[in-house]
């Protein structure tokens, strides 16, 4: 403690020190400012009209909306984003008077929009950025997982009700687009529709979050999404970044342990998305009530709605075609369900698509769906006039051959004269695969050792990063177009594969699993990739020679071999059936190629590790509980292993 006569010091100092400022004040003259107290922005040249206005929602919470018209706008429909990503910063890439740079960038096919006239509206959701209100994770709908009377269909329907009310240039009717979250809020708007609501564009859009989208794949937990989380949710402007430790992830990931004690080492549990992610690592109601398939499944969809699929989709490769299966039965007239499949990564349809990758498609594919799918979908229900361009019901690029597709449904191969046979292709001894069964004297298994000291990563190591941009070496989007090799060379994995193909082989639909497994532990991830292996040379393309292009591939955790709303420990050394789907493919294997499956029990760090040892939680997992184990995979009669392939074949 200070004493008296110390603190009187202080304090007469402090008054000398304000006495000679105020005499310094007086002795000289004020220099004026030459920052003015608002600085009027100028639009000399500009091609449109932006502003920014705050909707109120029926609960009175308002939301930041930025609405953008184009000079002389006269009847122009409106295209509405709804995002957790910050409106101002997606409308406003550039600093310039033209509509087409101040979008430019992570928009929703901005040469569209800009040569189609249309009204531009791009709304913060409630709880993120200048908008009002709380933030929740996919807000639920109304119901036992969310007692208020909003969620985001409600928000969609009066902010499209303000819209048409307020915007004297809008011929009234209403589009919505969007890729990814931005997917996610077109599928809540179809749920009680507005009736200006004309179409709906969900790209990519993030569906279920534990079947195969955002957080989980079959149970195992997508561990490098923990930086979305913390920074989507501990702070309404992204301002809590996630820090790096390494350059290398797997590194960073390794030396943490579980994903639940990187998450306490990183404070995330102030995020009250990450706490319910550590109390529902299962499949329960928690996970279904929120499932947006199942939801829309209820009743038909009475808005037009084009589901946009990227078939190499690193982060919701499952939440297109699983919407499409749910609402297309009850499409009867076939004019309100329509899919599009394209050669892409998460989002690759609004940028430049001749290739991906390595994979070069022989033309800007995304151009093509831009200009000639997307944009007559859209003039044909939100334009007045328009003409009633017929759109396919399916659009599906076909990898291999390189050719878009016009199809009545997926899937179906082909428009007419075909059909999908599932075929077995059987995993046989000496590494190889054929769609013949094991001979009857066949050896009865392979197996590896399964290390979690040492997972096999999800590609090439050094891992940069998640989040980095290319520029300090992230490919991250397009990892699963990454060439096999280094995964096939690996005494972790298995591999098995086909003889040179004499003929095109294709395959359109979902490859389903057929594992007959063991595992020396008491729990297991299962790992199956198919694989196209280019041939030894390409004279086109020579660094394609040998090169093994992922075409489908998922991870399946065993302890719901049983179910996944309960997990269940594996029984040691015992020969278990476990089936699973794997993303959906359109994809010819050419003649020369050869089909290769590779299986492996770890996918690091892109899944947290299974310690091999069941336990209740894996998020809490202790070091002693990650044990090595021999797995085994059969192929003998009456335990064979296949891979179940939807090839289409000539109708006979």
């Known amino acids: 403690m200070k004493s008296p006569a110390i603190v009187f010091a202080c304090a007469i100092g402090a008054l000398l020190l304000t006495s000679v400022s105020h005499a310094q004040q007086a002795m000289y003259p004020a220099l004026p400012s030459e920052t003015p107290t608002t600085f009027v922005e100028s639009t000399y040249g500009f091609d449109h009209v932006k502003t920014k206005v705050m909707i109120p929602m029926r609960d009175g919470v308002k939301l930041n909306t930025v609405i953008i018209v184009p000079k002389g706008a006269k009847g122009a429909p409106i295209l509405l984003t709804r995002t957790p990503y910050n409106a101002d910063t997606l409308t406003t890439h550039n600093p310039s008077a033209h509509l087409s740079s101040i979008l430019e960038g992570y928009d929703n096919a901005t040469d569209v929009i800009v040569e189609g006239g249309y009204i531009r509206v791009v709304q913060d959701i409630r709880g993120k950025y200048e908008s009002e209100g709380d933030y929740v994770m996919n807000r639920p709908l109304q119901g036992t997982l969310n007692p208020t009377p909003v969620d985001h269909s409600t928000d969609t329907y009066d902010t499209i009700d303000w819209l048409i009310k307020n915007i004297p240039e809008s011929n009234g009717k209403v589009g919505?687009?969007?890729?990814?979250?931005?997917?996610?809020?077109?599928?809540?708007?179809?749920?009680?529709?507005?009736?200006?609501?004309?179409?709906?564009?969900?790209?990519?859009?993030?569906?279920?979050?534990?079947?195969?989208?955002?957080?989980?794949?079959?149970?195992?937990?997508?561990?490098?999404?923990?930086?979305?989380?913390?920074?989507?949710?501990?702070?309404?402007?992204?301002?809590?970044?996630?820090?790096?430790?390494?350059?290398?992830?797997?590194?960073?990931?390794?030396?943490?342990?579980?994903?639940?004690?990187?998450?306490?080492?990183?404070?995330?549990?102030?995020?009250?998305?990450?706490?319910?992610?550590?109390?529902?690592?299962?499949?329960?109601?928690?996970?279904?009530?929120?499932?947006?398939?199942?939801?829309?499944?209820?009743?038909?969809?009475?808005?037009?709605?084009?589901?946009?699929?990227?078939?190499w989709d690193a982060e919701d490769i499952y939440g297109a075609i699983a919407v499409y299966k749910a609402i297309k039965p009850k499409d009867i007239n076939n004019d309100k369900v329509f899919l599009v499949l394209g050669p892409w990564s998460h989002g690759g349809g609004i940028g430049e698509g001749s290739k991906l990758g390595q994979i070069k498609f022989n033309s800007d594919t995304a151009l093509h769906f831009r200009q000639e799918i997307l944009r007559p979908f859209l003039d044909r229900y939100l334009k007045d006039g328009a003409a009633n361009i017929a759109v396919a019901p399916v659009s599906a690029f076909e990898t291999g051959s390189n050719k878009w597709r016009s199809l009545a449904s997926w899937p179906s191969g082909c428009a007419s004269g075909c059909s999908i046979k599932p075929t077995p292709l059987h995993l046989l001894a000496e590494q190889k695969s054929g769609f013949t069964a094991a001979k009857a004297d066949a050896v009865g298994y392979a197996e590896y050792i399964s290390d979690p000291a040492k997972p096999t990563p999800f590609r090439a190591r050094p891992i940069a990063p998640y989040g980095y941009d290319e520029s300090k070496g992230q490919s991250w989007p397009r990892w699963l177009v990454d060439d096999q090799r280094e995964a096939s060379g690996r005494t972790d994995v298995l591999t098995f594969t086909t003889d040179v193909l004499s003929a095109p082989l294709k395959i359109s639909g979902e490859p389903i699993a057929n594992l007959i497994a063991s595992t020396s532990g008491t729990d297991s991830d299962w790992v199956v990739k198919i694989i196209d292996v280019y041939p030894p040379e390409v004279a086109s393309q020579p660094g394609m020679g040998g090169y093994q292009l992922m075409i489908s591939a998922d991870i399946f955790r065993g302890r719901y071999r049983e179910g996944y709303e309960t997990a269940k420990p594996i029984a040691a050394n015992q020969p278990l059936l476990y089936r699973f789907g794997l993303p959906t493919a359109n994809h010819v294997f050419l003649p020369g190629h050869r089909i290769m499956v590779q299986i492996q029990s770890s996918w690091f760090p892109l899944y947290d590790r299974n310690p091999q040892t069941f336990v209740p939680n894996i998020f809490w997992a202790k070091p002693a509980d990650y044990k090595k184990a021999v797995q085994r995979i059969y192929h003998a009669p009456g335990k064979a292993s296949f891979i179940e392939l939807p090839v289409v074949e000539a109708s006979k």
């Open 176 to 311: 919505i687009i969007g890729i990814s979250y931005d997917g996610f809020l077109p599928l809540m708007a179809l749920v009680n529709p507005h009736p200006a609501l004309k179409v709906a564009v969900p790209m990519n859009p993030m569906v279920d979050g534990w079947m195969g989208d955002d957080w989980f794949h079959h149970g195992a937990f997508r561990q490098i999404n923990m930086s979305y989380v913390m920074e989507q949710v501990v702070t309404r402007k992204n301002d809590a970044k996630w820090f790096t430790t390494d350059y290398d992830d797997y590194d960073a990931y390794l030396r943490a342990g579980s994903a639940g004690e990187l998450g306490r080492q990183r404070k995330l549990e102030q995020s009250g998305f990450w706490n319910k992610i550590l109390a529902h690592p299962s499949y329960d109601s928690f996970w279904r009530e929120q499932a947006m398939d199942k939801i829309l499944a209820r009743q038909p969809v009475t808005v037009p709605t084009m589901l946009v699929h990227s078939l």
